[in-house]
């Protein structure tokens, strides 16, 4: 169960400031040289890795910030990163956490790999988002994770952890439990059609990838998925068709569509 007790977070999130607080703390310009040229659109500042990058300081991505891990690029926090904005890992992808502290206060989407290891910690603190798609794969062996009670946490792809309590295992590996769609309408944004979905039904649904054009298309509803897992976390996924343009606070679409040329869309939502 993700509803840890009030003693047991309280406990997690002191180890975590304090693994962290001996690191110095380095904004996302200081990765000039292992990223392409920002782009500053619709008051998010985008930038994608273009080679590996370890960075040995604690990373921290603003509010108003988003980096891509794009696939055969492999990012390595060696004393963790804090996430306000956003985090996104494309399929092909490799986010290591090798020690310090991942504390994810707004969103890291994964169509990729997350890796924390022994030395590392993991927070998800309230409001704070960690989805990895049935492409992705979360990958854990530390005892220092911990969730808030009001975060989101789903993982659809495979996951390895050990070494921490059987909740925070159980949280991991939550199901789909209830899906419903809701189309609405684009000029008033009311509720034009509703329906209740299998969990797979809803997977394949949004199996399309990202939308990745400079413009919407033309026409249409547009939709959000909603998914309820059995550790209690909610993911609304909003798309038309079967593209998608968010999955919770993430405008992943937006995110890449200026790098679309450079980093082919390859996200599925559905294992093959």
């Known amino acids: 169960m993700k509803k840890i007790t009030a003693v047991i977070w309280a406990i997690a999130a002191a180890a975590v400031i304090a693994v962290s607080a001996s690191a110095a703390n380095i904004p996302l310009e200081r990765l000039s040289g292992s990223i392409s040229d920002i782009r500053n659109d619709e008051l998010v500042i985008t930038a994608a890795l273009n080679s590996s990058r370890t960075v040995k300081n604690h990373l921290i991505l603003q509010g108003d910030e988003a980096l891509i891990v794009p696939a055969g690029c492999k990012l390595t926090l060696k004393e963790g990163c804090t996430v306000f904005g956003t985090l996104y890992i494309e399929e092909g992808g490799y986010l290591a956490v090798s020690g310090g502290s991942l504390d994810i206060c707004g969103a890291v989407v994964s169509d990729g790999t ?69 189309k609405l309408n684009p000029y008033t944004g009311g509720m034009i059609e509703y329906a209740q979905l299998t969990p797979e039904q809803a997977l394949e649904a949004v199996s399309g990838g990202y939308y990745l054009a400079q413009e919407n298309p033309v026409g249409g509803y547009s939709e959000v998925l909603t998914l309820v897992f059995d550790n209690g976390s909610t993911v609304k996924i909003t798309h038309r068709g079967d593209k998608v343009y968010n999955i919770g606070s993430a405008n992943i679409s937006a995110l890449l569509k200026y790098f679309a040329e450079d980093y082919p869309n390859t996200n599925s939502f559905v294992q093959e």
Do not use: R, W, Y
């Open 114 to 182: 997350v890796s924390i290891g022994c030395k590392a910690a993991l927070s998800v603190a309230e409001k704070g988002e960690l989805f990895v798609s049935a492409s992705g794969e979360f990958k854990s062996k530390t005892e220092h994770i911990s969730f808030d009670e009001n975060s989101s946490v789903a993982c659809l792809g495979k996951t390895a952890v050990s070494g921490c309590l059987q909740d925070i295992k159980d949280t991991m590996n939550a199901k789909p439990v209830f899906a419903a769609d809701v």
